[in-house]
């Protein structure tokens, strides 16, 4: 096997094999008849997007996108972690079509702009979210499971006297397999190329990273048109030749009887999803389980150690993105909150002077004293690693790959170690008298306090520059004071003055996309015009918007 994989590589080498491949709650496949299913969809999809037209607008009938190039079609898939989302991925794998993922939160003319700059040639979509593309799609949408996609599919089988036959297209780990949206928290989403390698490459690393093999199964959980799903989970189930079991919606509930039923032993998580188990009622038996590992990123540090001790498994929060770039490995000496150690031609890098950031600085109890100074760009001098662009989209290209550099959008400090803490993204700074302010500490600061569940802060106009403002969750049970959160802000004493919120808003939930990323966006958006009590600062306390 090469350096950089393929997909098509990964998956060929479990042909033929009678143990488990695929799991879920309506049946159980052998990787045998995975790899016949996938080689039916890739016939089937080589069928359909040869004789579908390219897409034009229904208003005006120009193309879409008028110049796509020579490269594979593109089918969008609009469905939910279903066993046909694990079979089509690996028909594109095989048969060199483009999967794109399609996000079900997104609804009518969004979701139509999602599938127009993608280039899809036609959508497969699961029945119940048929309805959230509207009538003005502009190419053919086929029901997962109506008679049109199974006819075809059926078509493309081999009959049972015999296996099915694997006719994979020549590829390369620089050859495209999927589309894959940014999260959008900061404007539209953007459709992330990304390739073979890319994919395959991530799987193989944490397969044997984790030690897993043929006798593991890796349960997918998180949806499947996200990056985290694919690369830290269906991925790494391929490259093991473990057995990969798909939920088709995450449920904190069914997370444990899910690992049990399975005999999971391997799972991804990206952003909040360990709180959520978290929160369901312990049992005495709960480390009761098959699970040895849990591997994502964004997740609370606290939520990590409570998580790998209640449940008596190993939890490892990595940094990652969708466009990949730079990444951190954690290793026994890594600072709690740390995601790992600066790697060869990766800096931090101030936005404005493009100088390299001084080490971040502590007091005696372990808090930043010089945010302002310390937090900034992470950025791979060394060039892209394994982002591969956006698709269609040259500006946005140019925007993170600048005098041959690959600038993440991500905003972070160093100690004088070299080891990494998060910050935000460069779209969360919030500039307060002419002073870049990174939203994550701000929010850590905010968490420490016992009536605090949930905190987002993010920058609203103000005269001149920008106000901070921050919405909290409260805590079970809680009801937090504006006396007594102001008397809590006093107290940190790494809590600048210009870090300090103007405004909190005190809300039930934040807004999140479906991978649990808040939609800073929309809560900016709100400003202290919505329903929720909104408190204001006036001198060293707060009272509620209005009152004097």
Known sequence: MTAAPTVAELLLAQAGRTEPGLKTHDGTWTWSEVLAASAARGAALRKLLSSAPRQRDPRSGDLANPDPGDGPPHVGILADNVPEFAFLLGGCALSGSVLVGLNPTRRGPALTRDVRVSDCRAVLAQSSYRPLLGDDVGVPVLELGG?????????????PAGP????????TADDL????????TSGDPKPVRCTHGKIAFPGR????????SRSD????????FHSNAIMAGWAVGVAAGAAIALRERFSASGFLPDVRRFGATYADYVGTPLSYVLATPPRPDDADNPLRVVYGNEGDEADLAAFAERFGCHVVDAYGSTEGGIGFARTPDTPPGSLGRLTDGVRILDPDTGEPCPPAEF???GR????DTAVGELVNLAGPGWFAGYYNDPDADADRLRDGRYHTGDLAYADADGFVYFAGRTADWVRVDGENLGTAPIERILLRHDAIAEAAVYGVPGHIGDEVMAAIVPADGAAPDPGEFAEFLGEQADLGPKQRPRYVRVTAELPRTATFKVLKRRLATDGTACADPVWERHGDGYRPVGHP
């Open 164 to 171: 099915a036959p694997i006719d994979p297209v020549p590829v």
């Open 147 to 159: 008679p049109e996609w199974t006819d075809l599919v059926t078509r493309h089988t081999a009959p």
């Open 368 to 371: 930043l004293r010089n945010a």
């Open 177 to 184: 397999l999927m589309l894959i949206f940014t999260s959008g």
């Open 205 to 212: 690393m944490l397969a044997e990273r984790f030690g897993l």
């Open 363 to 365: 007091g005696p109890d």
């Open 217 to 224: 199964t890796a349960y997918v959980a998180m949806p499947m």
